[in-house]
Antibody
């Protein structure tokens, strides 16, 4: 079964740091681009960061650039998000999501999502 | 930066009725890069449609997507009780790499 399982969320003070992990199973992890998408309480979805299968291409939303770092360890089938200088507005459920493939065609959408991990930034 | 505007914000319908959800982009986008998701309370989003009109694996054929240029539509032909949820459109672009609409809540009338 294809599965993504996030961990590492919690309560942190403004200015603090947190590292999220996403363990993947059921597919060839290194062959797929991955992203982090967040959702503030009661709000919509916001893409945060993405990384290619080989980690040679990385993108960030402007709102997190310079503060968050995405990485992956293909030997451990795990995606990471290092979050530094956290702000109250970073409070959200953070989802990891797999870039989809339909047959042999890469699709520009997310076909598998984890269950999410909650990050709360508050003093 | 492209902005995706979904309408209506809330749609109240009864089971068995037809639902039409709209997603308008602030500038023309490639239909290959438009997707739709369904999200139920406390759950992760689920991919319904990619490439504007292709159904994802396991999605019932009552869900269909269409559109081009700046106007895209998700249609649910005959609503089932489990279809009441929030729906998001999404566009893949340049900066930011992915953009989501603000969502349409489909509620039971």
């Amino acid at each position: 079964e294809v599965q993504l399982l996030e961990s590492g969320g919690g309560l942190v003070q403004p200015g603090g740091s947190l590292r999220l992990s996403c363990a993947a199973s059921g597919f060839t992890f290194s062959s797929h681009g991955m992203s982090w998408v967040r959702q503030a309480p009661g709000k919509g979805l916001e893409w945060v960061s993405g990384i290619s299968g080989s980690a040679d291409t990385i993108y960030y939303a402007d709102s997190v650039k310079g503060r968050f770092t995405i990485s992956r360890d293909n030997s451990k089938n795990t995606l990471y998000l290092q979050m530094n200088s956290l702000r109250v507005e970073d409070t959200a459920v953070y989802y990891c999501a797999k870039k989809g493939i339909f047959g042999l065609i890469i699709i520009h959408a997310f076909d598998i999502w984890g269950q999410g991990t909650m990050v709360t930034v508050s003093s | 930066e492209i902005v995706l505007t979904q309408s209506p914000g809330t749609l109240s319908l009864s089971p068995g009725e037809r639902a039409t959800l709209s997603c308008r982009a602030s500038q023309s986008v490639s239909s290959s890069y438009v997707a739709w998701y369904q999200q139920k309370p406390g759950q992760a989003p689920r991919l319904l449609v990619f490439g504007a009109s292709s159904r994802a694996t396991g999605i019932p054929d009552r869900f269909s997507g269409s559109g081009s240029g700046t106007d895209f539509t998700l249609t649910i032909s005959r609503l089932e009780p489990e279809d009441f949820a929030v729906y998001y459109c999404q566009q893949y672009g340049s900066s930011p790499l992915y953009i989501f609409g603000q969502g349409t809540k489909l509620e039971i009338k």
